[in-house]
């Protein structure tokens, strides 16, 4: 069973910058697409930003230009790179790792537990 923790929320003012990391428990090779998620209090959990196991990155349009995702194949980890943060990225902030079959079916959607984000002054 896969495990994923995040680290590196908190509480941040705004225009300030957060990094946070998502450990996975083994290899992260298999992994076709991991992700960042957030939920604000009272909205659906949202996109933020994903990567493929190629490398290739996606964000929300909400995001772009300000967050960056990454992955260390080696150290078995993923960040999110946050600047200039604002207090509507206030959201619980998850790591997700999905594995695909060759039919590309989901046969793997691990999450971690999630950490709190706060941007306030």
């Known amino acids: 069973q896969v495990q994923l923790v995040e680290s590196g929320g908190g509480l941040v003012q705004p225009g300030g910058s957060l990094r946070l990391s998502c450990a996975a428990s083994?290899?992260?090779?298999?992994?076709?697409?991991m992700g960042w998620y957030r939920q604000a209090p009272g909205k659906q959990r949202e996109l933020v930003a994903t990567i493929t196991s190629g490398g290739h990155t996606k964000y929300a349009d909400s995001v772009k230009g300000r967050f960056t995702i990454s992955r260390d194949n080696a150290k078995n980890t993923m960040d999110l790179q946050m600047n200039s943060l604002k207090p509507e990225d206030t959201a619980v902030y998850y790591c997700?790792?999905?594995?695909?079959?060759?039919?590309?079916?989901?046969?793997?959607?691990?999450w971690g537990q999630g950490t709190l984000v706060t941007v306030s002054s």
């Open positions: 083994g290899s992260i090779l298999s992994f076709n697409v």
């Open positions: 997700n790792a999905e594995v695909y079959d060759i039919w590309n079916r989901v046969v793997l959607d691990a």
